[in-house]
């Protein structure tokens, strides 16, 4: 089972792009990149996943290089109300998942 | 209004009372997950389940128990064999196959304190 490492904190302002990378080094054939967000005292929700290279939705993009072993999640032009805890994980199916701490992130004004 | 209603929102206990926690779906999804949390922490996985009447443990069973008699519904038990209880709970859903059934929805959680 994959686990994955990323920082326990950032912080940014609003009107930035915030990059938050998520390294993987054992992650294997099968298994999906996915990130989730969330906020205190609510459950996570989906922002997006990835298998190899980018992936782009209204909210967020994912890269990810040629050996899979790191992602990067994009978030474009951030407001106060991103401040949350984003989780990185990675795993062929939902039951396998290692959820680590995440990273909380801080938007300032 | 699709999604998955938990209850109740907060709930106080006390030692030695087994309690439930609901989890109800209109997603028509076929998977369904308890996980808890601990402040700080992240999810943990307790029990899921891929069709009715078969569920499977998770990382950390013990002290809690689960039934699936129905798609739509997954309440747990949190036993009196729980030692440490109080946490954030969150049940989750997913289809088991096609578009979708890699990503996890959550429902508001339900947070359980033993007084």
């Known amino acids: 089972l994959a686990k994955t490492t990323q920082p326990i904190s950032m912080d940014s302002y609003e009107g930035q792009e915030v990059n938050i990378t998520c390294s993987h080094n054992n992650i294997a054939t099968n298994d999906y990149i996915t990130w989730y967000q969330q906020f205190p005292s609510q459950g996570p929700r989906f922002i997006i996943q990835g298998y190899k290279t980018k992936v782009t939705n209204e909210v967020a993009s994912l890269f990810i290089p040629a050996d899979r072993k790191s992602s990067t999640l994009s978030l474009p032009r951030v407001s106060l109300s991103d401040t949350a805890v984003y989780y990185c994980?990675?795993?062929?199916?939902?039951?396998?998942?290692?959820w680590g701490a995440g990273t909380k992130l801080i938007i300032k004004p | 209004d699709g999604g998955i209603t938990q209850s109740p929102k907060y709930l106080f206990r006390k030692e030695g009372q087994n309690v439930t926690l609901s989890c109800e779906q209109n997603l028509n999804h076929d998977a369904m997950y308890w996980y808890r949390q601990d402040p700080g922490q992240g999810l943990r996985l307790i029990y899921y389940s891929q069709i009715v009447n078969d569920f499977q443990k998770g990382d950390i069973a013990e002290g809690y128990s689960v039934s699936r008699e129905k798609k739509e519904s997954f309440p747990l038990t949190v036993t009196s064999a729980q030692k440490n209880p109080t946490a954030f709970y969150l049940c989750a859903t997913s289809p088991v196959w096609g578009a979708g059934a890699n990503v996890l929805t959550f429902g508001a959680g339900s947070r359980l304190t033993v007084l």
């Open positions: 994980l990675v795993g062929e199916n939902n039951y396998q998942l290692i």
